[in-house]
């Protein structure tokens, strides 16, 4: 059974438990869920952090940091607000120190997990086009290939379906919306991402025959940015060892991939080489 970390947020009815991926004696990494901040934001007060929830724990010595003996966690790897999956911490700020200078020599292998609308050409391509934030729009991004900063993602097909495709995203660079970025420039925008392109996932626009029951309001099986962070690779910051943390696929993907087998059919790619 995977042990969990129960957190909440009185002031707005929140209530999160949160899956312990990985721990020792320096590190804590967890499952984050799509639509929690990773860090308290200036322009985003009114909404909760699993920083700050976690610290709040602390401060109460809630018995999960009471088991820990914990009086620190500092956040050493963050993903987006609407992003769900792997997160990092360190138990100290030396730890912390640490994480950031191996970041800042050997960057850590991200493996992301996207559902997007549409079938690329090739099972293996990489996007390098350049990005800068979106002007009109500063919370978002977009490709700019005379202000943009140099980025690459390579992508590799997973799963097709009719119309839809599962790929493995692992970013070489880490610019902001990196991955939504660049699938929408590859004409592929990711599931749910209304901001990059996407749409809603529906069943009623899988199955021929759907029926809703009167009175009931359809609900998408995914409505929002269908990206995960799958995996993180790295080495230890203090026994150097290579660590894999992995987190497992949420609900509503495994929701949508069950449908979009039974009603779209499914086909695994051919394996061949990574590059």
């Not at 607000?81 to 100290?92: D, M, N, P, Q, T």
């Amino acid at each position: 059974m995977v042990e969990t970390i129960k957190l909440s947020a009185p002031a707005t009815r929140g209530f999160w438990e949160i899956p312990v991926l990985f721990e020792d004696e320096w590190l804590l990494a967890l499952a984050k869920p799509a639509n929690l901040l990773c860090s308290s934001s200036p322009t985003e007060m009114d909404r909760p952090s699993l920083t700050q929830l976690l610290h709040t724990g602390i401060a109460a010595q809630k018995p999960w940091a009471q088991q820990r003996s914990l009086s620190f966690l500092g956040l050493a790897r963050r993903l987006d607000f609407e992003i769900g999956g792997v997160v990092l911490f360190a138990k100290s700020q030396a730890v912390l120190t640490e994480i950031a200078n191996l970041f800042g020599t050997e960057k850590p292998a991200d493996d992301y997990l996207a559902l997007v609308v549409g079938t690329p050409e090739a099972d293996q391509f990489e996007v390098t086009v350049k990005i800068a934030p979106d002007p009109l729009r500063p919370e978002l991004s977009r490709v700019d290939a005379r202000q943009g900063k140099k980025s690459k993602t390579r992508f590799e097909v997973v799963k097709k379906f009719a119309g839809y495709t599962l790929v493995r995203c692992r970013p070489l660079t880490w610019r902001e919306h990196q991955i939504r970025v660049h699938l929408k420039s590859a004409r592929l925008p990711v599931v749910g991402d209304p901001s990059y392109g996407g749409k809603p996932l529906w069943l009623s626009r899988l199955k021929k025959d759907y029926r809703l029951k009167p009175g009931r309001t359809e609900r998408p099986l995914i409505s929002q940015p269908a990206l995960y962070s799958t995996q993180l690779h790295l080495s230890h910051p203090v026994t150097q060892q290579p660590l894999l943390v992995t987190a497992p696929q949420p609900k509503d993907l495994r929701v949508a991939l069950r449908y979009l087998r039974e009603f779209r059919g499914s086909q695994t790619p051919c394996p061949g080489p990574t590059g």
